[in-house]
């Protein structure tokens, strides 16, 4: 939305297919993270974060993925050995919920995916 981040252009492309698919899932617990980055200046956008966030939203090909009982209760029992915080275990389980890759750079969910327990797709800079 702001930017350009530095995505590897591999995923790029398939995050752009996805889009164009229909298939750019956005994980309720997300809109969370965004907020708490925001209000402890991690990130800074030219809106506040609510109009940010709402237009974000709406963006072609995306869908939220609303915390439904069943992924909040997979979050808790995980497979594996993967750690505690809240946010990524949410992130997890609702990417294993819709068999869907979980686009991260962080090195524990990747670690993880490579485990075999997650469809992980690296946004990490080679």
Do not use: C
């Not at 925001?38 to 963006?59: C, I, N, P, Y």
């Not at 939220?64 to 992130?91: K, M, Q, T, W, Y």
């Amino acid at each position: 939305m702001e930017g350009t981040p530095a995505i590897p252009t591999a995923a790029r492309k398939i995050i752009e297919q996805a889009a164009a698919t229909g298939q750019l899932w956005v994980s309720a617990i997300s809109t969370w993270e965004v907020a708490m980055l925001a209000a402890k200046g991690r990130v800074v956008f030219s809106l506040d974060v609510q109009t940010w966030m709402t237009q974000a939203l709406e963006a072609p090909g995306l869908r939220l993925v609303p915390l439904s009982p069943e992924i909040g209760v997979a979050s808790a029992s995980l497979p594996g050995n993967f750690h505690g915080d809240p946010a990524d275990r949410i992130l997890v389980a609702t990417a294993r919920a819709l068999t869907a890759r979980l686009a991260t750079a962080d090195r524990a969910i990747l670690a993880y995916g490579r485990r075999g327990h997650v469809l992980a797709l690296s946004l990490a800079a080679r």
